[in-house]
């Protein structure tokens, strides 16, 4: 469950096939809607088109199928790269009476150390109490995504290593470890 703005998707080239991105007009007095990828549109409609259909939110049965779809977006990774594409819903922010948290993506041309500042600063303006915390640049969070796992993978050849180090020359005390005997 993603809740975006009006142009995330456009901000961050995520192609819209069909129907329309979210608008100002999606606020909490509107109907409630989404838009979906299109693997979520595949697995639940086959080859029938999405936009204009409805779902609900919950396990039950006979849950409210209130929500009406009214886009497809093109399929994105969610968390790493080797994941498998996910089925995504997307609904609008401003349908929200509750936002504890929120991550903005800026598409700009602007150097990093030009742009941090500057986003700062307009973040101040909009209210001085709201925090801005790990900006980062699009291509250090893609590399992320990239190693994430190789990077988990190293980490824990390093330990193996230190383990099998530490038993040639003395016993390694570490309670509840793989291969690790506990400590007496």
């Not at 299109?38 to 396990?59: L, N, P, S, W």
């Amino acid at each position: 469950m993603n809740f975006v703005s009006p142009g995330f998707f456009a901000t961050l080239k995520i192609p819209l096939y069909a129907g329309r991105d979210f608008s100002e007009r999606d606020a909490t007095s509107a109907p409630k809607v989404a838009v979906v990828n299109q693997k979520f549109a595949r697995y639940y409609f086959g080859d029938g088109a999405a936009v204009g259909r409805h779902i609900g939110m919950g396990a039950d049965p006979g849950t409210k199928t209130d929500i009406e779809i009214i886009g497809v977006v093109g399929d994105t990774k969610y968390q790493t790269l080797r994941e498998p594409m996910p089925r995504q819903v997307f609904f609008p922010y401003l349908q929200e009476s509750w936002v504890d948290q929120m991550t903005a993506y800026v598409r700009t041309d602007l150097s990093t150390s030009s742009m941090f500042p500057v986003l700062r600063g307009t973040v101040r303006k909009l209210g001085g109490d709201l925090p801005v915390y790990m900006m980062k640049t699009g291509e250090l969070a893609a590399r992320r995504l990239r190693l994430g796992r190789e990077a988990c993978l190293h980490t824990r050849r390093r330990i193996w290593r230190a383990r099998d180090r530490a038993r040639r020359h003395r016993p390694l005390w570490c309670d509840g470890f793989p291969g690790c005997a506990p400590h007496p």
